[in-house]
C-alpha cells in the first residue's frame, strides 16, 4: 500500500474465527459505517471465501473483494477488500463448526493485521472475535487477543479499557483466575494502571482532567482491614501517588456500590477495577452487545467488539453488529482526535 494520507487512515479488521460470526458482523457494520462521512476505510485480514459465503446469506452488504497491498488503498464504493491469509478448507469455514485450522487462521489473521499497523500500513487494528479455547488447540498459548498484541508489540505495560456509551473501566489484572488476583496486584500495577487511563482520556477521548474511581477488592473495601488488607497495602497508596502527579483519582471503592448512579449518572469518568469480573459484569449488564474492547500502550489503535465468536448463531444471520461498529467508529474517532491534538502541538 502507498503511504499516502489515504494510507494512515485504513482500519486493518482481523476476520476473527472463521467459524464464529466474525464475517456476518464485520460485513453489517462496513454497510452501516459505508453511510457515515468521513469513515476511515477498512481492509478485512482473513479469507476471501468466507467472507463471500456470509455475504451471500446477507442482504444489502458490501461485495468482498481480493486486495493486494500494492493496490488501490480505498476501497471502491459497494466494495469490501480483503487481504486473504493463507486458504482455509470448506471445513473450516463451515459457520458453528470451530476446528484447529480456523483457530490457527484466526491466529494467523491476528498477527497480520497487527503487522500491518505496526509497519504504518494501516492506522489502527479492530479485532472480530477469536475463540481462546480454539487458539489454544491450534497450539498459540496466548490467553487473548490482548496477550498476544502486547507480544506482538513488546509492549511491556497494556492493560485492558473498555468504553460504552454508560461506562467506561479498565482491568488492572486481566485473564487470570480469581484466586490468583490478591498476588498480582501491586502498587505500581495499579498506579500505572491509573496513569495509563488517565492518559489515555485526556489524549484520545477529550476530558480534560478526569475523574477515576478506583474500586477495592475485598467486600466493602476491605471494611479498614477486617476483610484482607490489599486496600491498606496496594491500592490506597497507589491512588496517593497517581493523586500526587495531579491525577483526580478517588478510592478505594466499595465494588457493591461502586457503580450505583446518582440522577443517572456515576460518580467518575471511568472506573478502575481489579479483576476482570469485578469490571465486566456491570459493564455488560449495562453495555451488552454496545460494548468496545480497547487495548491501552500498544503503539498502534486497536479495538473490538466486547463479545465471543457465538458458534450457536454463526451463519444464521442473526448476530448484531453494534458492538463491532462501536468499535469501527471508536477507532476512527482516536484516530482523529490524535490527528488533531498533533495538528495542535505542531501549531
Known amino acids: 500500500m502507498a503511504r499516502g494520507k489515504s494510507a494512515h487512515r485504513v482500519l ?15 460485513l453489517k457494520a462496513a454497510a452501516a459505517m459505508a453511510r457515515r462521512p468521513g469513515a476511515p476505510p477498512m481492509v478485512v485480514v482473513g479469507d476471501l471465501e468466507a467472507m463471500r459465503a456470509a455475504a451471500r446469506g446477507l442482504g444489502s452488504v458490501p461485495a468482498p473483494e481480493e486486495w493486494r497491498p500494492n493496490g488501490v488503498p480505498a476501497p471502491a464504493a459497494g466494495l469490501l477488500p480483503v487481504a486473504t491469509i493463507g486458504r482455509l478448507s470448506a471445513r473450516a469455514r463451515q459457520p458453528g463448526h470451530p476446528s484447529v485450522e480456523g483457530g490457527d487462521a484466526a491466529y494467523r489473521y491476528v498477527v497480520a493485521a497487527a503487522r500491518m499497523a505496526l509497519e504504518g500500513r494501516a492506522a489502527a487494528m479492530v479485532t472480530a472475535p477469536i475463540s481462546k479455547e480454539w487458539f489454544q ?83 466493602h473495601a476491605g471494611e479498614a482491614g477486617l476483610f484482607g488488607d490489599e486496600e491498606i497495602r496496594v491500592i490506597a ?29 456515576f460518580a467518575f469518568d471511568a472506573a478502575v477495577a481489579m479483576y476482570h ?21 500498544l503503539p498502534f489503535v486497536r ?10 448463531i454463526a451463519g444464521s444471520g442473526r448476530a448484531r453488529p453494534d458492538s463491532m461498529i462501536a468499535a469501527l467508529d471508536y477507532a476512527g474517532k482516536t484516530l482523529a482526535k490524535g490527528a488533531g491534538a498533533r495538528r495542535a502541538l505542531a501549531a
Open 12 to 26: 486493518a479488521v482481523s476476520m476473527g474465527d472463521p467459524a464464529g460470526i466474525g464475517p456476518e458482523i464485520i
Open 137 to 219: 488447540r491450534a497450539g498459540h498459548n496466548f490467553p487473548g487477543h490482548s496477550e498476544l498484541l502486547a507480544k506482538l508489540a513488546r509492549a511491556r505495560l497494556w492493560r485492558m479499557m473498555f468504553v460504552g456509551e454508560q461506562l467506561r473501566l479498565v482491568l488492572v489484572t486481566v485473564h487470570i483466575a480469581l484466586a490468583s488476583v490478591p498476588k498480582a496486584l501491586t502498587r505500581a500495577g495499579v498506579y500505572r494502571t491509573i496513569v495509563l487511563l488517565a492518559e489515555h482520556l485526556h489524549r484520545s477521548g477529550g476530558v480534560v482532567r478526569p475523574r477515576l474511581g478506583v474500586l477495592g477488592l475485598n467486600p
Open 237 to 265: 497508596p497507589a491512588i496517593r501517588q497517581a493523586q500526587r502527579d495531579g491525577i483526580d483519582a478517588f478510592g478505594p471503592l466499595a465494588p457493591d456500590t461502586a457503580f450505583v448512579r446518582t440522577k443517572g449518572h
Open 277 to 297: 469480573d469485578q469490571g465486566l459484569i456491570a459493564l455488560k449488564s449495562l453495555e451488552f452487545d454496545r460494548a468496545v474492547n480497547v487495548t491501552l500502550g
Open 303 to 312: 479495538t473490538s467488539p466486547d463479545h465471543g465468536t457465538a458458534f450457536d
